[in-house]
Structure formats: C-alpha cells, structure tokens
C-alpha cells in the first residue's frame, strides 16, 4: 500500500471461547471513577 | 465506524469495530475525511491519480477486515449474571477532609462507622455464595479510609484465604488508601496481601495540601509523600498507582504528573475530578479545550519519558494494549456496576457501586435479606454501549465501554445519559492512548 501504513491487525477478540468473565471488573483498577476497559487485561492473555 | 484523528505529527485511522490502527499520509487523511463526510474525494484538491491509489488502499484494508469492518459477535457471559467483585467499605470515616471527596469526607453523607468483622465475613461469604463458577474476585479494601479499620482488614484477608482454599477461588485483595496511617507492619501486610495498592496522592504540594487537609485543617502532603515512598520503595514489581485527582484549579496537572515522576513514582493515575456544576472545583465545558492542550502536553512529555530508562512512567489512562486487551462481551459490557460488581457499606446494605452508596433509591438491598433488587439489576444489566444510543454510535465505545454509570446517574440524568464533560474526556484520552502507542511501535 501506497499512502497507508498498517500499525495493528484487527485485534477485538469475539465469538466463541470469548465471554468467560474471568477478567477483573473494570472499576476495581485504579482509578474508581473513570472507568475504562482501554487498559484492562483478557484474563486469558494473563496466563 | 472509522475515526481518524491528528496525533502530533502523525495521521492515525482507527477501525473501531475490528481494532485495528493505521497512519496515513497527507493525501490519505484528506480523502478518508471527504470520505467520511460524504464529499466527493476527486473535489477536494488531492490529484485524481492519488486519489484513486488511496481508495485502492482502503479496499484492500476492508478486504482484511481493517476498515470499515462489521461488528463481531459477543456471546453472553457464560454463567450470567454472577458477581466477582466487591468493594467493601470497611469504614466510613476518614482521617482527611478533602474537599472534591465524593464520599462527603468519607461518611457518604451518613453516620461515620466501621465495619465490624462479622458483616465483613458475611459480605465475603455472599461474594463466594454469588460467584458462581468465577475463579478470580476481586475485593477492594475501601473507605472512606480503609487504614482507620485495620485490624479488620487483616481478618478479613485471613478469612478471604480460608475461602479461596475451601472453594476452589482466587481472591485478589487491593486497597485503596491515602496513606496517612501506614506503618512499617501495615506496609509489610500490604506488600504481601495486595494484588493492587491504590494510592491517593495529587502531585505538586500545593496543589495536594490546597484541597486535601486533615481532620485538623493542616495539609497531608508530607506526610502521605513520605510513606507512599516507603510502601513503593519496597513493593517490588507488584501493582501500584498513584492516583492523583485534577480540578479546575490545576489544569496545568502535567505540572503534577512531572512532580510525582520526580518523587520516584512509575505507576500513575490523574482523573478529573466529576462534581456538581456548582462545585468551585468541577469542570465544565468552558474547561474542556485547555484540557485538551494539557492532555497532549502529557502525551507528548509520556512518548518520550518512556524512551530513558530512569525516566520510564505509566499513565493509566495511556495505557494500551490492544493485543492483550479484553474481548468484545467485556468491552460492551463495561464496568459491571450492579451486575458482576457491588458494593458493601459498614451496615451491610448493598450498592451497585462505590458511588451509588447512600443514594437510596439505588440501594440493592442488605446482606440480611440475600435477595436484591432484580429490577435494579435488570436495568444496569441492559444499560450498555449496545443499548445506549449516544454509545452505539461514538468511536471509542470498545476503550470506554460505556463510562461510569454513577456519573450518568449523577450528572448525566439517567444511568443511559452518559455524563458528557466525561466522555469529551474520555474521547481525547482514548485518541492519546492509542497516539502513544502508534508512536512507540
Ligand atoms: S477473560 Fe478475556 S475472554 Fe474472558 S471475559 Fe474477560 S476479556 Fe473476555
Ligand atoms: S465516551 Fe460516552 S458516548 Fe462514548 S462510549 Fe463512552 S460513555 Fe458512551
């Protein structure tokens, strides 16, 4: 490609062996009142 | 849904419903531009050879899945609706006086209390009964000031060990604290049980002691400083923030980020402070572009801080990791207030959240009667960046994933009304975020 640059693939995980849950509830990180899922880790990807 | 944006000197496209990330040249954010405003792309004074060549990129990026791609699919979580995560409140009460304290100084505008060892067990009890087939809680020490009850925490961690050995579960413990009571046994304590230690500290001296005095009206800075130094110095590589709060009255709060890089901190968090429009330190939209200046001051001072060894820091909202990031059920779900997340006061009543306590009618129900509100939860459960029209339609709906519903209650007007000064906040963080980590690659 001539005029555009690819910094990162498709990425959002869907369908199945998605959805477990496991992953931390997004308000008990760091800041409790602007929450965000931004920076949150896949429980899965932890391991 | 694309959104493409400037990013210092950079051209980033983000392919919202795939995740994916681009930079484009000059001529190829003008046609994207056009594209997205229904111009036509050969009006616009790029030459019609270039043009052609852009749209041939384009195609060959939709055909990857990489522009303009289809939403993906997101099965429900499996086993519904079980809970994982608690804040306990384990005192009402706190040894500061902070004037932005959403808590009203820590007794959330009741009696000042402690939980008693016995509601705590109960709380832990219920979260184990809830949970379902979840592995990993979460339980935050919370306050008010959580030190002010310590003896209580430390039993509580001890019976949250028993559980986890009894039932099969990880429980990571955190808290959240001002620090003002640490000692050497409670930082020991901490340094061993804590998966997380949230610090509140709010960077310059000045800016911290003008609105964060202690019950006798002298600033706190000092002596916060002192023992957060003490608690990271010995942390070791385990979790920690620093989690500073910016009001109108520092707007310069690089200014503060600066201040707590050079206290030796790696690990931190500033937010804007959410109050009432008639509080003398809210931010309204009258504030919102020279936030935007100093969020790409911090981004820019964070790109290349990050390049020295010494000089290396985290901004949590910056923080991106899109590979590792969460799947698509979580990024529309969203904080889980209500529904996977609660709150538990020192009497035991239960809260979507930590900012719905003492707002009544948002009360679930008490650890007395285990049947909550099922109308209640029923609501937060449908309230997501799917269902939320102004949601569905904005491009940072998978970062934010649908913002505090406690600020949509408070100051949004309804829990589907999403509070507005912060998502402007959270759009200009997001496209920081992923800025710095185009930049890093
Ligand atoms: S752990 Fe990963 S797959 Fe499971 S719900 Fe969380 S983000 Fe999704
Ligand atoms: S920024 Fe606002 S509109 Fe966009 S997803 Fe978040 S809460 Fe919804």
Redo the contacts between chains.
């Keep these: 490609?001539?005029?555009?640059?690819?910094?990162?693939?498709?990425?959002?995980?869907?369908?199945?062996h998605?959805?477990?849950?496991?992953?931390?509830?997004?308000?008990?990180?760091?800041?409790?009142?602007?929450?965000?899922?931004?920076?949150?880790?896949?429980?899965k990807?932890?391991k | 849904m694309i959104h493409a944006f400037r990013f210092q000197d950079l051209n980033v496209l983000l392919d919202v419903e795939s995740g994916a990330i681009h930079t484009l040249d000059d001529a190829a954010f003008a046609v994207v531009q056009a594209l997205e405003s229904g111009k036509d792309a050969y009006s616009i004074g790029v030459k019609n050879e270039t043009v052609a060549e852009v749209i041939a990129d384009l195609n060959e990026l939709r055909e990857n899945g990489a522009y303009e791609a289809e939403a993906g699919n997101a099965p429900e979580v499996t086993g519904g609706t079980a809970i994982k995560s608690m804040c306990l409140h384990v005192a009402h009460d706190c040894n500061l006086r902070c004037r932005y304290c959403f808590a009203s100084t820590g007794d959330f505008h009741g009696a000042r209390m402690l939980m008693t060892p016995e509601t705590g067990r109960r709380a832990l009890d219920f979260l184990i009964q809830r949970s379902g087939t979840r592995k990993h809680l979460e339980v935050d020490l919370f306050g008010g000031e959580p030190l002010m009850n310590w003896d209580v925490c430390k039993q509580l961690v001890a019976y949250g060990r028993e559980l986890e050995r009894k039932h099969g579960k990880v429980i990571h413990f955190t808290i959240t604290t001002n620090c003002v009571a640490l000692d050497d046994e409670k930082i020991d304590f901490i340094n061993r049980e804590m998966h997380n230690v949230v610090i509140s500290l709010d960077g310059r001296k000045e800016v911290h002691d003008a609105l964060r005095p202690t019950v006798n009206g002298k600033g706190s800075f000092d002596i916060i400083l002192r023992n957060a130094q003490k608690l990271v110095a010995t942390r070791g590589d385990r979790e920690y923030y620093i989690r500073g709060t910016f009001t109108r009255n520092n707007l310069d709060f690089l200014e503060d980020v600066k201040a707590l890089t050079g206290y030796g901190f790696h690990q931190i968090s500033i937010e804007p402070v959410v109050l009432p429009e008639e509080s003398p330190y809210s931010l309204k939209e009258e504030h919102l572009l020279r936030i935007d200046r100093e969020y790409d001051a911090l981004a820019e001072y964070y790109v290349n801080a990050r390049k020295g060894r010494d000089t290396w820091f985290n901004y949590f909202h910056f923080m991106f990791d899109p590979e590792g990031g969460p799947c698509l059920r979580k990024r529309i779900n969203g904080c889980g207030a209500g529904t996977e997340y609660i709150a538990v006061t020192p009497d035991g009543d239960l809260y979507p959240c930590h900012q719905f306590v003492g707002m009544s009618e948002w009360k679930l129900g008490n650890l007395d009667s285990p049947d909550l509100r099922t109308d209640l939860q029923k609501s937060f459960l449908g309230c997501n960046v799917c269902t939320k029209e102004i949601c569905r339609n904005c491009w940072a709906k998978y970062y934010c994933s649908g913002g505090c519903m406690a600020n949509a209650v408070l100051y949004g007007g309804a829990l589907e009304h999403p509070h507005e000064i912060s998502c402007h906040l959270m759009r200009k963080r997001t496209e920081c975020a992923i800025g710095a980590y185009v930049k890093e690659r």
């Design positions: 490609m001539k005029h555009v640059q690819i910094i990162q693939k498709p990425c959002i995980k869907s369908g199945n998605t959805a477990c849950g496991e992953c931390q509830a997004s308000c008990q990180s760091a800041c409790k009142t602007s929450c965000t899922v931004a920076n949150q880790k896949c429980a990807e932890e």
